[in-house]
């Protein structure tokens, strides 16, 4: 058997499975946002890492360096803000082809910084190395207080589902990266991929290229729900709203039910019609780092009172149907899916 065979989380539960824990202290390991780690008697430890790869993530020839740094760095954010956690210390691991223009690499250090410095962390060191395309490791070591932190297995039947901002952006951004980039030659500036997306889009597409090339994660969002502790669960929107609502389900063994009519899709995205982004396809499309969360009922009303920067929708329920994750239209009859989100083995992603 191959990997395509087995998928992705085929692989992840087959490594899981096989594992052994050897040392004291951990309270989770592989299957959510971070590994949770024992730190002190109050606080937890959180670690962990994402991959930016060549021509599976990104192509470089739409790829600004500084806003590939701060995607490297925010994209582990995320998963940290997801757990209602902060951010402490990170590595990051690179390999670039030896043609790699030096300024580049320093633009792409300056992204990272950028995002580092706003979040408070510091770099602490990494691994380098030559190869055949640009790899991009990081990894984050942040930190959560024991009462405050938020799993993707707490969420029970009846709880209610929201989303932070809006879904599908990224994914509509990606596809006005590939169209307007399609002839451009690396290395790129943003000036140049803000004038071609302008030659050939309307001015909003310009949001959601932004949202692709540089999301921005949800810490504060994050911090504030975990504070509040009113979230049964919580996960970062990386692979896809299905495929995450999914992931969530699987761990608090339950299924959900979304409206698609309570889906927020942003007037960036609906301003580039109905067809170019269809609403299954925006929520099987992943890289939006938005926050998936669940709250029982009768902690609902709490949440108005979080005065959340970024603003949040209702948009389902969890159910009792263990792994059954269904979206409904408006008039409540179920939408059946080409494909829930991303396997990694499945396919090529950009
Ligand atoms: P996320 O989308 O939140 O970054 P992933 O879907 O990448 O999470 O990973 C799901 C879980 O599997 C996480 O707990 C992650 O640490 C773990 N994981 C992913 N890849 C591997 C691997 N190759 N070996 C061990 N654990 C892994
Ligand atoms: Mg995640």
Redesign the pocket.
């Known amino acids: 058997m191959d990997l395509r065979a087995l998928s992705e989380f085929g692989l ?1 539960s087959r ?1 899981r499975d096989k594992v052994k824990c050897r040392s004291g202290g951990v309270i989770a390991g ?4 971070c ?1 949770v780690l024992v730190k002190s008697n109050e606080t937890l430890e959180l670690f ?1 890492a ?1 991959l930016l790869i060549e021509d599976v993530h990104f192509r470089r020839h739409w790829s600004d360096p500084f806003r590939l740094g701060k995607k490297a760095l925010s994209i582990n954010l995320s ?1 940290i803000a997801a757990m209602g956690g902060r951010a402490n210390f990170y590595l990051v691991l690179l390999a670039c082809p030896s043609s790699t223009p030096v300024g580049f690499v320093d633009e792409f250090y300056a992204g990272m910084e950028a995002v580092a410095a706003a979040h408070g962390l510091s770099l602490v060191g990494g691994d380098t190395s030559a190869a055949n395309c640009l790899m991009i490791g990081v990894a984050v070591l942040g930190e959560v207080n024991r009462e405050e932190i938020v799993y993707r297995s707490g969420a029970k039947p009846g709880d209610k589902i929201y989303a932070t901002g809006t879904l599908g952006d990224a994914a509509a951004g990606l596809k006005v990266l590939e169209k307007a980039m399609a002839g451009a030659t690396f290395p790129v500036s943003f000036a140049q991929i803000e004038r071609k997306v302008r030659e050939e889009f309307p001015p909003a597409a310009l949001a959601l290229v932004e949202k692709q090339l540089s999301p921005v994660p949800r810490v504060e969002e994050g911090r504030k729900l975990a504070e509040a502790r009113i979230v049964s669960a919580m996960i ?1 929107l ?2 896809g709203l299905l495929a995450d609502l999914g992931h969530l389900c699987q761990e608090s063994k339950v299924g959900a039910c979304v409206s698609l009519e309570k889906v927020p899709f942003s007037k960036e995205l609906q301003a580039l019609g109905p067809d170019f982004v269809r609403p299954e396809e925006a929520l099987a499309g992943g890289e939006d780092y938005e926050l998936l969360f669940t709250v029982p009922p009768g902690q609902e009303e709490k949440l108005f009172t979080l005065g959340l920067r970024n603003f949040f929708h209702r948009i389902g329920e969890i159910t009792a149907e263990v792994g059954q994750v269904r979206l409904l239209d408006a008039q409540g009859k179920e939408v059946s899916l080409p494909s829930s989100g991303y396997d990694h083995f499945a396919g090529e992603k950009v």
């Open positions: 992840i490594v592989i299957g959510d946002d590994a962990t994402d998963d970062d990386s692979d």
